[in-house]
């Protein structure tokens, strides 16, 4: 009796032990397996090319309309990037505005006798009921209007559902 009351001591003091010291990550590693990051930056990617139109006359600009962003998700855009096609001598693009519903980033573009490039990283969010995210480009000097333009957004999306 004494034996077996000693045994039975054993196995609960080894059982104390090995909850003092298993329990605690093994409760970590359940609670992790429940949770997930639905908001994640590689979990919902978000790329978009688009070509723009270019108006000729006194206040030349081009300007490029991306797709409306989905019900329920709000469009976090990090990166944009953008060719002018430049077709007439002396035509110029020094700036560009990306706006979505709030006040926009403003870049500098480096242009050359062939067009203007703009490769910048920026940090806009844009809502599903305002407006899509539009990227306008100034212009300078005497134009025909043959220019055009090709641009790319990326980013993510959030899920706002929850």
Do not use: W
């Not at 397996?33 to 081009?62: H, M, S, W």
């Not at 980033?105 to 062939?114: I, K």
């Not at 806009?124 to 005497?142: D, M, R, V």
């Amino acid at each position: 009796m004494k034996n077996r009351l000693s045994q039975m001591a054993a196995g609960l003091a080894l059982l104390a032990v090995l909850g003092r010291f298993y329990a605690v990550p093994l409760i970590a590693q359940v609670r992790a397996a429940i949770v997930k990051n639905i908001d994640e930056k590689g979990r919902n990617p978000y790329q978009e090319t688009a070509l723009g139109t270019c108006q000729a006359g006194q206040n030349r600009f081009c300007s490029v309309n991306f797709s409306a962003i989905p019900v329920g998700k709000r469009l976090v855009i990090e990166h944009v990037s953008a060719l002018v096609n430049v077709f007439s001598p002396g035509v110029t693009a020094q700036r560009a505005i990306l706006t979505a519903n709030s006040p926009g980033n403003y870049m500098a573009m480096q242009s050359d006798a062939f067009g203007a490039t703009l490769n910048a990283p920026v940090l806009l969010y844009g809502e599903p009921l305002f407006t899509p995210p539009i990227l306008t480009i100034s212009l300078n000097g005497l134009s025909n209007g043959s220019e055009g333009v090709l641009a790319t957004i990326s980013g993510y999306l959030v899920d706002l559902s929850m």
